[in-house]
């Protein structure tokens, strides 16, 4: 048996179908099980995992329309089945699961847009879901394709190596920061595509939180982020104005993680850092504006919602289309009116 799963969204998204990967090798531990990703991140992860035999990587985003429909040509009539990570509700992705040609192509039935985006293609289905977390979706979907019925949810995979856990080791030491001590992480970005900027809390009330925790005794922020969000952790540094908060220069998401799992806890946008953070099974307040919370609640640990919980959210549903507000008051009032005051009061128990 050959199966091909198919997770060419983000590194978040990808962590979050590693609990139904889990059950595949549970149950199918001889069968071959290829992953298909565009993400050099995701690869990373994936390759960690144990769960795959092959990691495919090919950069969709950057190559021909061309090279994109020979690579995934080559793929045809390889595999017995191929299955369609949630979320992926893109004509690109329903139109590679069903070039690599599968008997059986699984997928979600979207309740938005799902022939347009040509859901159709797939032909093992399950209905998605309002109210289901995208972990349990995947799980609804390789139960309906293989026949599982597992109770037990596993938490999302992300191993490290000892190489990765040294690093985090030398990083404290290097910033005086000793054992006993509270450790903060922060994540003030996101994805920017397709307007998702207006899904992050601004770097001013990160800087605001950031300056009453590093006043705490013994307590360190650690601001994470990646190359492109070097300019967004400085300003939150200067804001700050202590010498307990640090941005984290890592070379690799594995190194991030591992500092991500010494923290005590983690505050962050909705982001990929918010499931790296629940794979390493930390403490996680995720400051959540437009996007469903059922659909991406930290995973399998203890974890806060910051929301205003107004009454047009959620508004961000899984579609191509760029973020919008329909708000005639205050766009985006979600995020912008969310409050240093409101986030602070979530972390009472924990500080």
Request: glycine share 6%; net charge neutral; charged share 20%.
């Amino acid at each position: 048996m050959k199966i091909l799963v198919i997770a060419l969204s983000g590194i978040g998204d990808a962590l979050m179908f590693t609990p139904a990967a889990a059950q595949i090798k549970k149950h199918l531990p001889d069968a071959q099980i290829d992953a298909l990703v565009m993400f050099r991140g995701v690869e990373d992860i994936y390759k960690r995992t144990g769960f795959f035999n092959n990691v495919l990587f090919f950069d969709y985003l950057h190559e021909s329309k061309i090279a994109s429909l020979q690579f995934t040509a080559g793929l045809r009539n390889t595999y017995d089945y191929s299955i369609s990570v949630y979320p992926a509700n893109r004509p690109e992705y329903n139109g590679i699961n069903f070039i690599v040609g599968a008997q059986k192509r699984g997928g979600v039935t979207y309740i938005r847009n799902n022939n347009l985006h040509l859901g159709f293609l797939n032909n093992v289905t399950v209905q998605e879901q309002d109210t289901m977390h995208n972990v349990q979706e995947n799980i609804a979907l390789v139960q309906k394709m293989f026949g599982f019925t597992d109770d037990d949810l596993t938490p999302l995979s992300f191993p490290l190596t000892g190489e990765d856990k040294q690093f985090a080791e030398s990083y404290l030491a290097e910033k005086q920061i000793k054992a006993g001590d509270r450790i903060v992480g922060f994540h003030a970005g996101c994805s920017m595509l397709k307007n998702h900027i207006n899904r992050r809390w601004e770097p001013h009330k990160f800087a605001g939180l950031g300056k009453r925790l590093a006043a705490l005794p013994d307590t360190h922020v650690l601001i994470f982020g990646g190359p492109e969000e070097e300019e967004l952790k400085n300003d939150i540094i200067k804001g700050i104005e202590s010498p307990n908060a640090h941005s984290v220069v890592t070379k690799n998401l594995a190194q991030s993680a591992s500092l991500i799992g010494r923290c005590s806890f983690f505050v962050t946008n909705d982001s990929s850092l918010l499931h790296v953070a629940a794979a390493m099974q930390r403490k996680v307040l995720a400051i959540i504006g437009p996007t469903n919370t059922h659909y991406i609640h930290p995973w399998a640990t203890e974890y806060k919602i910051a929301s205003l919980q107004l009454e047009c959210a959620p508004c961000f549903f899984y579609s191509p289309k760029p973020l919008l507000c329909s708000r005639t008051d205050t766009q985006f009032k979600c995020i912008k009116e969310l409050t240093v005051d409101h986030v602070w009061q979530q972390l009472q128990q924990w500080v």
